[in-house]
């Protein structure tokens, strides 16, 4: 999947990249197909596919996420 436009300078790659180092490949969804259903928060007249989405299962591992993005 290609990604070309990307908030706030966020490079795609890059931010892939050090997910995939702290949490397991199937806790990072990237695949178009993967983040259908995360496209809308109960606004279906709303929708916006996300970059990626991140599914940690551990208190380690949701804290690399928080303190990367905030």
Known sequence: ????AIKANINFQQLLKQFLEI???????????DL???ECDGLAAYRQLPLLVVLPDTVKQLKFP???LW
Not at 1 to 4: D, L
Not at 23 to 33: G, I, K, M, N, R
């Open 36 to 38: 259908r259903p995360f």
């Open 23 to 33: 949490l397991p490949a199937e806790a990072v969804l990237y695949q178009e197909e």
């Open 66 to 68: 928080n303190n990367y």
């Open 1 to 4: 999947m290609k990604q070309t």
